[in-house]
């Protein structure tokens, strides 16, 4: 596949909407997570509208909302659009609940294109393989980042039991997320 200009409008539009934005408690720019997604997707055979939803699947649900997303659509297309909304928690703001959106999430998972699971499961292994990565520095520092009410190992052992439990998705990506969530879970119940 060769990635086209519309692929290159994406990133740049991606590194636009979330300029000023650090991925939460460190100085590294959230960028960087787009991209880390963006790579997981094509490497797992990913379309190029899967890739552009990659760089934008926070877009809306983190920059502008249900507006974000109609710019989504008038510049990359319905397919674009519709894997990013089927990849936010919601559009709301200031958000709902913790506990609530997760779980909200979860439930959709069956439902979800397999554009948006490719997506989603991509984006959170970036994700976990950050918070592993900061708990070794940090230990149990790091959790003053999150949402009190957050339990992350619980969210992430969850995601890995939603992704399994849907029929035909077959991605190592998920083996890989599980294995990163593994050596979490062991790493916080040695310091628990």
Same mark, same amino acid.
């Given at each position: 596949?060769?990635?086209?200009?519309?692929?290159?409008? %994406?990133?740049?539009? %991606?590194?636009?909407?979330?300029?000023?934005?650090?991925?939460?408690?460190?100085?590294?720019?959230?960028? %960087?997570?787009?991209?880390?997604?963006?790579?997981?997707?094509?490497?797992?055979?990913?379309?190029?509208?899967? %890739?552009?939803?990659?760089?934008?699947?926070?877009?809306?649900?983190?920059?502008?909302?249900?507006?974000?997303?109609?710019?989504?659509?008038?510049?990359?297309?319905?397919?674009?659009?519709?894997?990013?909304?089927?990849?936010?928690?919601?559009?709301?703001?200031?958000?709902?609940? *913790?506990?609530?959106?997760?779980?909200?999430?979860?439930?959709?998972?069956?439902?979800?294109?397999?554009?948006?699971?490719?997506?989603?499961?991509?984006?959170?292994?970036?994700?976990?393989?950050?918070?592993?990565?900061?708990?070794?520095?940090?230990?149990?520092?790091? *959790?003053?980042?999150?949402?009190?009410?957050?339990?992350?190992? *619980?969210?992430?052992?969850?995601?890995?039991?939603?992704?399994?439990?849907?029929?035909?998705?077959?991605?190592?990506?998920?083996?890989?997320?599980?294995?990163?969530?593994?050596?979490?879970?062991?790493?916080?119940?040695?310091?628990?």
């Amino acid at each position: 596949m060769v990635l086209d200009d519309r692929f290159m409008r %994406a990133a740049a539009k %991606a590194a636009e909407v979330h300029r000023d934005q650090m991925r939460k408690g460190t100085e590294i720019p959230y960028f %960087a997570h787009l991209l880390a997604v963006c790579a997981l997707v094509l490497q797992d055979g990913g379309t190029e509208d899967e %890739a552009i939803a990659a760089l934008l699947h926070d877009a809306a649900e983190d920059q502008g909302g249900e507006a974000m997303l109609e710019e989504i659509e008038a510049e990359f297309g319905s397919d674009v659009s519709e894997i990013v909304a089927e990849c936010s928690d919601t559009f709301e703001s200031p958000k709902p609940p *913790w506990r609530a959106r997760k779980e909200r999430y979860i439930a959709h998972l069956p439902q979800a294109s397999r554009s948006a699971l490719r997506v989603s499961v991509a984006d959170k292994l970036d994700n976990a393989r950050a918070i592993l990565i900061d708990y070794r520095c940090l230990g149990e520092d790091l *959790w003053a980042r999150f949402d009190p009410a957050a339990d992350v190992p *619980w969210y992430y052992r969850s995601l890995i039991d939603a992704y399994r439990s849907i029929d035909g998705l077959d991605t190592p990506l998920i083996d890989e997320l599980d294995r990163t969530v593994g050596e979490l879970e062991l790493l916080t119940a040695r310091s628990g």
